[in-house]
T-cell receptor, first 112, second 112 residues
Framework: DQQVKQNSPSLSVQEGRISILNCDYT??????FLWYKKYPAEGPTFLIS?????DKNEDGRFTVFLNKSAKHLSLHIVPSQPGDSAVYFC???????????FGGGTRLMVKP | KAGVTQTPRYLIKTRGQQVTLSCSPI?????VSWYQQTPGQGLQFLFE???????NKGNFPGRFSGRQFSNSRSEMNVSTLELGDSALYLC???????????FGPGTRLTVL
């Protein structure tokens, strides 16, 4: 049973435009959410996180939105750059624990 | 500050053998978690260690074990290797349990 789902395996966006990556979860106990970016042959790189007490968190070009009633979060990248091309994973945790549950990932391709 | 380091980066073993992977966390980080990434199952939590104690364990058989030393370095061991254990094994460290986890580059294990 997948508790965290990223329903789009891939996304293609033009450079300079907005990239929107989506993530859905089923476990209402999750209270902390993170986004990681991963290049081939490297470990995931932390991008941004959000606690369930917030509905938005912003860091530079990256903004994460959380809709608790819909159990949905999204990552917005504005403007998108070719260097953003990677696989993006959303992850969730609960009870201030370290056990992250990951989605399956979305491959983002930013075209010049 | 140096990131999370993992050794070895690549490993080839045969079925039935055992393997030990090593992880050195970011300096000052006391929590170390291990994850397995496979094409079929994605990124899955193995276990977390804090202050030399296992705090959480994922849904993996007892062949998977780990430990943490007083300097926070961690090792994981897989005994009686199976073909399905071929995966990228990722280590992540955080200051404390519940803080943002930062990943190492991973160890690619191939079981023949």
């Amino acid at each position: 049973d997948q508790q965290v789902k990223q329903n789009s395996p891939s996304l293609s966006v033009q450079e300079g435009r907005i990239s929107i990556l989506n993530c859905d979860y089923t476990n209402s106990m999750f209270d902390y959410f993170l986004w990681y970016k991963k290049y081939p042959a490297e470990g995931p790189t932390f991008l941004i996180s959000i606690s369930s007490i917030k509905d938005k968190n912003e860091d530079g070009r990256f903004t994460v939105f959380l809709n608790k009633s819909a159990k949905h979060l999204s990552l917005h990248i504005v403007p998108s750059q070719p260097g953003d091309s990677a696989v993006y994973f959303c992850a969730a945790a609960h009870n201030a624990g370290n056990m992250l549950t990951f989605g399956g990932g979305t491959r983002l391709m930013v075209k010049p | 500050k140096a990131g999370v380091t993992q050794t070895p980066r690549y490993l080839i073993k045969t079925r039935g053998q055992q393997v030990t992977l090593s992880c050195s966390p970011i300096s000052g980080h006391r929590s170390v978690s291990w994850y397995q990434q496979t094409p079929g199952q994605g990124l899955q939590f193995l276990f977390e260690y804090f202050s030399e104690t296992q705090r959480n364990k994922g849904n993996f058989p007892g062949r998977f074990s780990g430990r943490q030393f007083s300097n926070s370095r961690s090792e994981m061991n897989v005994s009686t290797l199976e073909l399905g254990d071929s995966a990228l094994y990722l280590c992540a460290s955080s200051l404390m349990t519940g803080d943002t986890q930062y990943f190492g580059p991973g160890t690619r294990l191939t079981v023949l």
